[in-house]
Structure formats: structure tokens, C-alpha cells
């Protein structure tokens, strides 16, 4: 195996295991608000695929990914469907904590790929940069509005989303610098899992208005 | 009148029905909320063009249909209108209970039509059964977010989208099977209202997260 | 200076001003919210350009206008982080009234300025005057969905929409009587933001369902 196709299949893992995290960050969700299985699944799908959808509508990007390779949608589906066997017949209990890794994964690798697209597309740095955000962090704020909340990463007051925008601004500087493809993807990577990582190890804030 | 003209004419009488049906259940939540004539129009027209809107912008459909066919705008304007009216006048109380029928109904027509739009653009089958449920609930799905309620399909443990969903199956299984088009459009429309008919009378339910 | 050119001048000043209008109103919501900074800044963004954004993926127009124009991102990007500080270094407190006339001045021109991009895509009058409506008051109407509130804008009884409705109404007309550009914006944006500063003085109230 080249080390090209070992990169490609580190990018493939980390896709899948995001992914996963994410959808599962729905389904937790929406167990929790005791909806059906129909609110599950479509929780846990606009979790998972809904950042990425919105990137390719504002960026005007047909087909989507998950029109592409349908086989997340079919994932998803019978994932649900397990889950939802599982904690009825088990008592299962999923909690967040060991999604950690692979949500921080995933939202360095969206953040990345996000910014990577809008670059390929000729858009403003800056709009780049808001379109990594945009597929790293909207698949949970869809998932909040769905669940009738307010955002968890508008007011969780830890780092997610500026991980997200500093590994976005990272692949950007890198890009710019003429690295190999493999180096920015990496740093972009890096630089967004580490801090968001470092950040709930060191209990990080960002400043908000928590004022009076 | 031809069959092929009679049928049309029996779907366009569905189409209606199902639209008028939708925009009510959005006019009615909407006063449930106290909102002014703004809010009462503007929910009136997500609940019953919303879903069809939806699909168009994620298959990347343009013109919407109610541009083609603005006429339902104008529908649902004045309807909201003197609905508003009648109420204020004479204390008329709408309930949902005479719209199950052209509910179940358009809900089966939309996700059999949208269904069908996605398969005419080579989408994959479960994309396409996919718009299908979209074209059919997510017009409720955005009503209940704008009045800011968890959408009422994702909880209500009684069969809709289950319902539309084997309703796009069956619609592409009778294609897969070069039935007439007649006949899959029947048979899918069937489905999903039939169902969606008899689960109401028998009050059947389906699975979720309930649990402890 | 030209006329043409100085009218040009106008406009950009109400541009601006409006959009920071809009953008505030997102600003000073999300810090009532106690969202941190990252929900600040994404609430003000979609306040300020979500109109105009969903305006133009309904309507299918690429690149959106904050792409062609980023210096909008980051006029509002450096604003929230400069009003955050101000907040919390002078306990500045911001309210809403001294926006009212910004405010209504740019839902008058966001209105004209979504029918007039409409009508030049060969719309149905009823489609541009609803795309005026939309540019105008969905930022609103998304800044309240994130925060989590049924939006002001359908149950605030006070004239908003409307007033956007008969500003494109207003600039159909005078664009339909074949008047000068300059002439059907003035009369589109006077009428718009007229009524609308006329009905918060008057304390004017549009028909809703009150009762019972």
C-alpha cells in the first residue's frame, strides 16, 4: 500500500467514525425528548449529514455526499434501529463520554474538508473558513432546533466551534504555504481535534455574556 | 374524458384537497399560539408548501411549483384570511378531525409525487423514498419548528412517516415492476393513506424511546 | 457627483446601515440568551444575511451576496466581538429603540431590493413580492429560531411584514407604470419603512387570533 492509500484510508476511517459519532449524538438526543423511532432516525441523520447538506446548498454542490454513497443513509437507518433494540431489550445506556475521540475527529476532518470545497470553488478565505464551520458544527445545531433547544454550541461556552474555525484557518495558512495536501489536511485536523480535546481536559472557556 | 384525463383530474382534486388539508393543520397550530395574521399566513404556507419546497431546493429543482402554479399562494392567502375572519365573527372553531382524510390522502399523493421526481433524476431508490417522506412531512416538521414545538411526527408514536415511507416502496416497487403509471401511483398513494387510515382507527403505534 | 451616483451613495448608506441594524438585533437576543460568543456572532450573522441568504437559494442565485462582498463577515464579525468587549468592560447596555429607524429603513430596502431581484428573473408578482417579504423579515424570523423563540414577527400584532408586503407591492406598481428606478425604490423603501415607523408611533395593531 502507497502511503497516498494509507492516507485515504486514515481520511475514510475518520469519516466513517465522525459520522457515527455525530449520529449517535442524535440519537442520544432524541431518546432523550422520548420521540419515536421515526424522530430517532431523523435526528440522528440531520446530526450526522444535515452540516455537510447545508454546505452543498449554500455552495450550490449537487449530488450531495450521501446521494453519492448512499450507504451512510443505509447506516444510519439500521444503526438506529439497532440502538433502539438495544436499549429496550438491555437497558442500555449510550453517554457522550466515550465519543469524545471521535467527535473531535470528526469535526477537525468536516472543518478540513468543508473549508477545502468552498477553496476548490474559488470562494472568499474567509467565507472558506465559515463554510468548515459550517459543515463541522451545523449537523448538531439542526439537530438542536429539531429537539427544540437552544443550540448546545451556542451556549456551552466550550470551545467547538473555534476549533473548528482555527483548524479551518490552519489547512487555509498551510494551503497557502504550498504544503502537501496530506500536511494540511493533518495540521487542519490537528489543530481542531487537539484544542477541542485540550479544551475539555483543561476545562476551557470562551467569553460569552453571562453578565448581571 | 379519457382514463388518462379522468385520472389527472382525480389527482389534481387530491392535490388540492392535500394542500388545503395541510395549510389548515398550520393555520390551526397557529392560532393555538396566538400569533397575528403574519404568523397565521406564514405557517399556513410552510405546512402546506414546504415539504414540496424542501425537496425542490435539496434535488436542485427550479422553478418551485408554487411559482409555476402561484395560484396556490394566492389559495392559502385569502383562505388564511377568511379563516381569520369567520373565526373572529362567529367563534367557528376548526379541528383537525374532518382533515384526516385529505390529510392521509396528500400525504400519500406527496410522497408518491415526490418520490417520483427524485427517481426521474436518477437519484438512488432510498434517496428517492427519502424525498418522498420529505415532500410528505416536512411541511409539518417546519410548521411545528416555527411554532417553536418538538416536531409532533417525530413524537407522536402514531404511524405518518412510516406511512409515506412504504407508500415511496411501494410507489417504486409497481415501477421496478413496469406497472402503468396509473398503477404505481395508486398503488403507492394507497399505501401510505390506507395505512395511515387504519392506524388511526385501530390506534396502532409505532416504537420508540419510552423507557424507564 | 451625479445624481444617479449620489442616489447610488444613498443607498449603500442604508445598505449598511440596515444590515447593522438587523445584525444587532441578533447581537443583543443572543447575549439575553447567554449564548458565548460563538452563538453571539452566529445569531447576529444570520440576522443580518439570512433574509437575503434564503431569498437567494429560493430563488437559485449564486454567489450569495456576503460571498461577492465578504467585508460584510467581517464588519459584523469584528462588531460582535467589539460590542462583547464594550458589554462587558463598560456594562454598556444596548436597546432596541435606537435602531428603529435603521431598522425600518433597511426592512424597506431588503424588501424592494429581494422583489426587484425577483421580478428580474421573470417571477410571478405575487413569488417577488413574497421574495421582498422574505429578504426583509426572515433573518428575523431565523435569528428567533436559533434563540428559540416563536418568532417576534408572527406574534409581535405589531405591523413588520406587512409593512414589507406593501413596500413590494409599492415598488410593482411604480416599476409596472414604467417609473424611473430611483423613483420606484423611493417610493418602495418610503412606503415600507413610513408605515412602519408611523405604526410603532401610532401603536397600530394587525388582526391576529386573541380570543378566548
Not at 469519516?15 to 431523523?42: P, Q
Not at 470545497?117 to 463541522?136: E, K, R
Not at 487537539?194 to 472557556?205: K, N
Amino acid at each position: 500500500m502507497s502511503p497516498a492509500e494509507r492516507a485515504d484510508l486514515v481520511l475514510a476511517g475518520i469519516e466513517i467514525a465522525g459520522t457515527l459519532a455525530f449520529a449517535l449524538s442524535g440519537f442520544i438526543e432524541a431518546t432523550r425528548k422520548r420521540m419515536d423511532i421515526v424522530g430517532i432516525a431523523t435526528v440522528a441523520f440531520v446530526a450526522a449529514l444535515g452540516g455537510g447538506t447545508l454546505r452543498d446548498i449554500l455552495l450550490d454542490r449537487r449530488p450531495f455526499f450521501w446521494v453519492e454513497r448512499p450507504g451512510y443513509v443505509w447506516l444510519i437507518l439500521v444503526l438506529t434501529v439497532a440502538g433502539l433494540v438495544l436499549m429496550r431489550a438491555r437497558h442500555v445506556e449510550f453517554t457522550g463520554r466515550a465519543m469524545r475521540w471521535p467527535d473531535a475527529l470528526g469535526l477537525g476532518l468536516f472543518s478540513v474538508v468543508g473549508t477545502s470545497q468552498a477553496l476548490a470553488m474559488q470562494q472568499p478565505l474567509i467565507v472558506a473558513a465559515l463554510m468548515g464551520v459550517v459543515t463541522g458544527v451545523f449537523g448538531g445545531v439542526m439537530r438542536d432546533i429539531l429537539c427544540n433547544e437552544v443550540p448546545t454550541v451556542f451556549r456551552d461556552h466550550r470551545p467547538y466551534a473555534v476549533c473548528s474555525f482555527a483548524g479551518a484557518w490552519t489547512f487555509i495558512a498551510a494551503q497557502a504555504l504550498a504544503a502537501p495536501a496530506w500536511v494540511a489536511l493533518s495540521a487542519g485536523i490537528g489543530v481542531a481535534a487537539g484544542w477541542r480535546m485540550l479544551a475539555l481536559a483543561r476545562d476551557w472557556r470562551v467569553p460569552g455574556w453571562t453578565g448581571r
